[in-house]
């Protein structure tokens, strides 16, 4: 198994071991390659020049996979995360043109010595791992502070660099005496810092992403400074020759490296753009900066005179600290000129954060731990009627309603608690005005996890309170609507059985005036309140929305009549002026009497919060090729700056639980899908609304069937559960020479259709068992042809049936007098005279 393909398996299941399989690939393949180098080091042995090949080839081969390792991972990373690991490129590539150069002069030459320059690259290139530290990777990805830190990390290098040359390679030009001992000790000495510090890595970022990597990379450092010592010693008494064990001291290493980079984890997709923690403050810059640049000449000229008093080393030295200084105090430069771009954008960045947080309508506070206001932009100020100034003096989250004191204290404990708290406050105004705003408020931490400041995002959510309250109002009035309904066909039941009563009593005492008179009373009201209840019923009852040609002058009335006595109650004259001419429109009848409605029930406010009486006009008129509804009132009128928006949803004057503010927008919305208009017109007096629609050409005129005597019934059946009304239908029908049959349910009713032989089957549409429907659809298929016909009863008219029973069943709708009784019958079935 190749190396690259075994740091690029996906992780798999553990062994019995507990290491997972690619780990376990990983180390087999390094344990593989020391033993493998031992084995062909022994066999070489012999053959001085195919050691000297073989082994600083192998040598070579472990730093370049750390090259080839990161490079392929390379676009995984962004920002300090890649430099990063730049570094350890860098440094590998470094180090591998000083070994070439060992290499070199070891197989064409004598035995090179250790005091030469290509010493100075393989020591600066084993110094990169130190390096990388700067870039701080665990941190995130920093793009913007990738710049400065790389500028950093070359001014560590040139340090290192210096140093390396200053005590290594002047001394080999100049053929000073340097003892190799002592750079055997330097090197080792850098080995344990480094070391150091790969451990402390380790240790700071063991419950970060990046503690595995670090882990790998100390342990790496920490074999390698130790087999490091018997290389040095190896080397000090002559011992050391390449393709031994001694060349584990930076194999192993090499290979740890190239582990870690296979599996450090990647950059985030999207770049971390918060490099506040990498800003450092003024001081802190200065001594990580300028610390090379301070130590270069304190090096070189402090040391001068203790390492050799050779005047050529000398000489060498003090250009080399010349050198290195102006160089230190370049990148010193350029270190001040990416930290001037940064500030630069970072400027920008907070100049662009300002003017978004002051244009925003979000309400932002910011607050400081003591909760002492810092920050209010102009939205906050406004909404609350403070400027900054007054706000400073505030502690957050004031100013709150007085109710709300409690908040003081339990926001700043969530906040320190759980970073975060959402809910609603009640905000208090300067006036003492109240309003509601959704809030969410973060705390700001800094690197030791103390909290710093608190920042509030607030939303004044009034409005969409105002609105929630509306469509809930709104689902109450669809609620007592449905109410209404089923009510209002309950009322008809007991209101059917007074009207028949009252139509009996008044056959049975036609002589008798004063009686007749009361009874006339009670009649006149019972059907008043008959059709009131209708009304209401065609009202609330939504059908399906088929437009149908109608008299507009009808389903005016119609829906004046609901208000009507309402209205005298509240001391408001109501005044119909109807046309005399039909007026045909193709509407909607419910959606088209609930626009009047909504007109009715507006002016009757408008008067009601003026002067509590006055009177209301309905007129309609027919003008051009449109039908013309005019609503006029006397009332306060509608203010000039208000007319523009009285059609918008939700807006209304009214207070809350008064209106919706859907009135009439909806009735506008209505008039429009009709093909109309609803408008405001002049009036001298109070307000006047206008509602246009297109006219229709003609109203149909209804079939009227005349049936024969011969085909006229004599016998009828009655079929309703409510025991008064099947009575009361009874005796009407008795009284007209009609042979009559009750039944109270359908199986009943079956069987006396198949026994009695009706003509005619006058049944209630609503009953437990099924009702007139089922009933006549199984009369219809037991007798086909010769089935009787049918006439339904019903308290809700509005109530949808089939189209079968639609097209072939007449229908008499609760509460009826004997006079529609006949009516129907005249048509459906001749009296037959005894």
Request: hydrophobic letters at 45%.
């Given at each position: 198994?190749?190396?690259?393909?075994?740091?690029?398996?996906?992780?798999?299941?553990?062994?019995?071991?507990?290491?997972?399989?690619?780990?376990?690939?990983?180390?087999?393949?390094?344990?593989?390659?020391?033993?493998?180098?031992?084995?062909?080091?022994?066999?070489?042995?012999?053959?001085?020049?195919?050691?000297?090949?073989?082994?600083?080839?192998?040598?070579?081969?472990?730093?370049?996979?750390?090259?080839?390792?990161?490079?392929?991972?390379?676009?995984?990373?962004?920002?300090?995360?890649?430099l990063?690991?730049?570094?350890?490129?860098?440094?590998?590539?470094?180090?591998?043109?000083?070994?070439?150069?060992?290499?070199?002069?070891?197989?064409?030459?004598?035995?090179?010595?250790?005091?030469?320059?290509?010493?100075?690259?393989?020591?600066?290139?084993?110094?990169?791992?130190?390096?990388?530290?700067?870039?701080?990777?665990?941190?995130?990805?920093?793009?913007?502070a990738?710049?400065?830190?790389?500028?950093?990390?070359a001014?560590?290098?040139?340090?290192?660099?210096?140093?390396?040359?200053?005590?290594?390679?002047?001394?080999?030009?100049?053929?000073?005496?340097?003892?190799?001992?002592?750079?055997?000790?330097?090197?080792?000495?850098?080995?344990?810092?480094?070391m150091?510090?790969?451990?402390?890595?380790?240790?700071?970022?063991?419950?970060?992403?990046?503690?595995?990597?670090?882990?790998?990379?100390?342990?790496?450092?920490?074999?390698?400074?130790?087999?490091r010592?018997?290389?040095?010693?190896?080397?000090?008494?002559?011992?050391?020759?390449?393709?031994?064990?001694?060349?584990?001291?930076?194999?192993?290493?090499?290979?740890?490296y190239?582990?870690?980079?296979s599996?450090?984890?990647?950059?985030?997709?999207?770049?971390?753009?918060?490099?506040?923690?990498?800003?450092?403050?003024?001081?802190?810059?200065?001594?990580?900066?300028?610390?090379?640049?301070?130590?270069?000449?304190?090096?070189?000229?402090?040391?001068?005179?203790?390492?050799?008093?050779?005047?050529?080393?000398?000489?060498?030295r003090?250009?080399?600290?010349?050198?290195?200084?102006?160089?230190?105090?370049?990148?010193?430069?350029?270190?001040?000129?990416?930290?001037?771009?940064?500030?630069?954008?970072?400027?920008?960045?907070?100049?662009?954060?300002?003017?978004?947080?002051?244009?925003?309508?979000?309400?932002i506070?910011?607050?400081?731990?003591?909760?002492?206001?810092?920050?209010?932009?102009?939205?906050?100020?406004?909404?609350?009627?403070?400027?900054?100034?007054e706000?400073?003096s505030?502690?957050?989250?004031?100013?709150?309603?007085?109710?709300?004191v409690?908040?003081?204290?339990?926001?700043?404990?969530?906040l320190?608690?759980?970073?975060?708290?959402?809910?609603?406050?009640?905000?208090?105004?300067?006036?003492?005005s109240?309003?509601?705003?959704?809030?969410?408020?973060?705390?700001?931490?800094n690197?030791?996890?103390?909290?710093?400041?608190?920042?509030?995002?607030?939303?004044?959510?009034?409005?969409?309170?105002?609105?929630?309250?509306?469509l809930?109002?709104?689902?109450?009035?669809?609620?007592?609507?449905?109410?209404?309904?089923?009510?209002?066909?309950?009322?008809?039941?007991?209101l059917?059985?007074?009207?028949?009563?009252?139509?009996?009593?008044?056959?049975?005492?036609?002589?008798?005036?004063?009686?007749?008179?009361?009874?006339?009373?009670?009649?006149?009201?019972?059907?008043?309140?008959?059709?009131?209840?209708?009304?209401?019923?065609?009202?609330?009852?939504?059908?399906?929305?088929?437009?149908?040609?109608?008299?507009?002058?009808?389903?005016?009335?119609?829906?004046?009549?609901?208000?009507?006595?309402?209205?005298?109650?509240?001391?408001?004259?109501?005044?119909?002026?109807?046309?005399?001419?039909?007026?045909?429109?193709?509407?909607?009848?419910?959606?088209?009497?609930?626009?009047?409605?909504?007109?009715?029930?507006?002016?009757?406010?408008?008067?009601?919060?003026?002067?509590?009486?006055?009177?209301?006009?309905?007129?309609t008129?027919?003008?051009?090729?449109r039908?013309?509804?005019?609503?006029?009132?006397?009332?306060?009128?509608?203010?000039?700056?208000?007319?523009g928006?009285i059609?918008?949803?939700?807006?209304?004057?009214?207070?809350?639980?008064?209106?919706?503010?859907?009135?009439?927008?909806?009735?506008?919305?209505?008039?429009?899908?009709?093909?109309?208009?609803?408008?405001t017109?002049?009036?001298?007096?109070?307000?006047?609304?206008?509602?246009?629609l297109?006219?229709?050409?003609?109203?149909?005129?209804?079939?009227?069937?005349?049936?024969t005597?011969?085909?006229?019934?004599?016998?009828?059946?009655?079929?309703?559960?409510?025991?008064?009304?099947?009575?009361?239908?009874?005796?009407?029908?008795?009284?007209?020479?009609?042979?009559?049959?009750?039944?109270?349910?359908?199986?009943?009713?079956?069987?006396?259709?198949?026994?009695?032989?009706?003509?005619?089957?006058?049944?209630?549409?609503?009953?437990?068992?099924?009702?007139?429907?089922?009933?006549?659809?199984?009369?219809?298929?037991?007798?086909?042809?010769?089935?009787?016909?049918?006439?339904?009863?019903?308290?809700?008219?509005?109530?949808?049936?089939?189209?079968?029973?639609a097209?072939?069943?007449?229908?008499?709708?609760?509460?009826?007098?004997?006079?529609d009784?006949?009516?129907?019958?005249?048509?459906?079935?001749?009296?037959?005279?005894?």
């Amino acid at each position: 198994m190749g190396w690259s393909s075994t740091f690029w398996r996906p992780p798999e299941p553990c062994y019995s071991d507990g290491l997972p399989a690619h780990i376990l690939g990983q180390l087999t393949f390094g344990v593989g390659y020391l033993i493998l180098y031992l084995l062909a080091g022994a066999a070489l042995d012999r053959n001085g020049l195919a050691l000297s090949l073989f082994g600083n080839a192998a040598v070579v081969c472990s730093a370049a996979l750390v090259i080839l390792t990161i490079n392929r991972r390379r676009r995984h990373w962004a920002g300090c995360q890649r430099l990063f690991w730049d570094t350890f490129a860098a440094g590998m590539a470094i180090w591998i043109l000083g070994h070439i150069g060992w290499s070199y002069a070891e197989v064409v030459g004598p035995r090179p010595g250790w005091l030469a320059w290509h010493t100075v690259f393989s020591l600066s290139g084993g110094a990169a791992p130190l390096l990388a530290l700067v870039a701080r990777p665990q941190r995130g990805v920093r793009q913007h502070a990738t710049g400065a830190v790389g500028v950093d990390v070359a001014s560590y290098g040139l340090l290192t660099g210096f140093v390396y040359a200053y005590f290594v390679l002047i001394p080999d030009v100049t053929n000073g005496a340097v003892a190799t001992g002592a750079l055997l000790t330097s090197v080792q000495v850098f080995r344990f810092v480094l070391m150091g510090g790969m451990c402390t890595a380790a240790l700071v970022t063991r419950k970060t992403a990046w503690g595995p990597t670090y882990r790998r990379l100390a342990i790496g450092v920490t074999i390698g400074a130790v087999l490091r010592m018997a290389t040095s010693s190896a080397i000090a008494d002559g011992r050391y020759h390449v393709g031994t064990f001694y060349d584990f001291a930076w194999i192993v290493p090499y290979l740890f490296y190239a582990w870690a980079a296979s599996e450090a984890p990647a950059s985030p997709d999207v770049a971390e753009t918060d490099d506040a923690e990498d800003r450092p403050s003024g001081l802190t810059f200065a001594m990580l900066s300028a610390m090379p640049v301070l130590l270069i000449p304190a090096i070189g000229y402090a040391a001068a005179p203790l390492v050799s008093a050779d005047p050529e080393a000398a000489s060498f030295r003090a250009l080399l600290t010349g050198m290195a200084t102006v160089g230190g105090l370049g990148l010193l430069t350029l270190r001040l000129l990416v930290q001037r771009g940064q500030l630069k954008r970072a400027d920008a960045w907070a100049r662009l954060l300002v003017a978004a947080t002051e244009q925003t309508g979000d309400l932002i506070v910011i607050a400081r731990a003591d909760g002492s206001v810092e920050y209010a932009n102009d939205a906050f100020q406004r909404a609350v009627g403070f400027n900054r100034r007054e706000l400073s003096s505030l502690k957050f989250p004031q100013p709150l309603e007085t109710p709300l004191v409690t908040f003081l204290d339990h926001i700043p404990s969530e906040l320190r608690n759980h970073g975060v708290w959402r809910g609603t406050l009640r905000r208090r105004r300067r006036d003492g005005s109240t309003f509601a705003s959704s809030c969410t408020v973060v705390a700001l931490r800094n690197g030791d996890g103390a909290i710093t400041h608190f920042v509030a995002v607030e939303r004044d959510v009034t409005e969409e309170l105002r609105l929630r309250d509306q469509l809930v109002h709104s689902e109450r009035l669809s609620a007592v609507g449905e109410l209404v309904a089923g009510v209002a066909h309950e009322i008809n039941n007991p209101l059917q059985a007074i009207v028949g009563c009252v139509e009996l009593l008044l056959d049975d005492h036609a002589d008798r005036a004063l009686m007749r008179r009361d009874l006339e009373i009670v009649r006149r009201e019972a059907g008043r309140a008959g059709h009131i209840v209708r009304n209401l019923l065609s009202f609330v009852r939504r059908t399906a929305p088929d437009r149908v040609p109608a008299d507009l002058n009808y389903l005016v009335k119609q829906t004046a009549e609901l208000r009507e006595y309402h209205l005298h109650q509240q001391n408001i004259n109501l005044l119909v002026q109807c046309t005399s001419e039909t007026l045909p429109v193709l509407v909607d009848r419910e959606e088209i009497q609930q626009v009047v409605l909504n007109l009715l029930l507006n002016a009757e406010q408008a008067i009601e919060s003026f002067s509590g009486h006055g009177t209301i006009i309905i007129r309609t008129m027919h003008l051009a090729d449109r039908q013309i509804v005019d609503v006029l009132d006397d009332g306060p009128g509608i203010r000039p700056e208000l007319k523009g928006r009285i059609f918008e949803p939700f807006f209304t004057t009214k207070e809350m639980g008064e209106g919706t503010g859907l009135g009439l927008s909806i009735s506008h919305g209505i008039a429009a899908s009709h093909g109309g208009s609803l408008e405001t017109c002049d009036s001298a007096i109070g307000a006047c609304f206008r509602l246009t629609l297109p006219a229709h050409q003609s109203l149909p005129v209804p079939p009227v069937r005349t049936p024969t005597a011969s085909t006229a019934p004599t016998r009828v059946l009655v079929v309703d559960d409510e025991e008064p009304i099947r009575r009361l239908l009874g005796r009407l029908l008795a009284r007209r020479g009609y042979e009559v049959a009750e039944a109270t349910t359908v199986e009943e009713a079956l069987a006396l259709v198949a026994s009695f032989r009706p003509g005619l089957v006058i049944c209630d549409v609503r009953m437990p068992d099924g009702g007139g429907v089922a009933l006549h659809r199984r009369v219809r298929a037991a007798y086909a042809e010769s089935s009787p016909g049918f006439i339904f009863i019903t308290g809700d008219m509005g109530a949808m049936l089939p189209l079968e029973e639609a097209a072939h069943v007449a229908m008499l709708a609760k509460p009826f007098t004997a006079s529609d009784l006949d009516a129907l019958l005249v048509q459906i079935a001749p009296v037959r005279a005894r």
